[in-house]
């Protein structure tokens, strides 16, 4: 608006495939995102990929109009994030 980006709504949540799509769905519904400016950050690893994917090729996600970007996570974030789950 008037040139600023505004956050309407921040998610952060592990889930696998099925419940990731009916939370995006859910989200999109909520915030009636049809035809608005938006943008939905999506990591693009593992699950996420997948529906990157499915949101821009599947017609039942088509209708809901969702420009998504695929955000890649910070390598070095990400290997101590596996360290500190591998340290007792």
Do not use: N
Not at 37 to 43: D, F, M
Not at 69 to 79: E, R
Request: charged share 25%; net charge positive.
């Amino acid at each position: 608006h008037r040139g600023r980006i505004y956050v309407t709504d921040f998610h952060l949540d592990w889930y696998d495939y099925p419940q990731g799509e009916r939370t995006l769905i859910s989200l999109a519904q909520k915030w009636s995102l049809a035809g608005k400016p938006h943008a939905l950050l999506i990591e693009d690893k593992s699950t996420g990929s997948t529906l990157i994917q499915r949101i821009r090729t599947e017609t039942h996600l088509a209708v809901l109009c969702l420009s998504v970007i695929g955000i890649q996570p910070d390598p070095k974030l990400d290997k101590i994030g596996r360290m500190t789950v591998e340290a007792p």
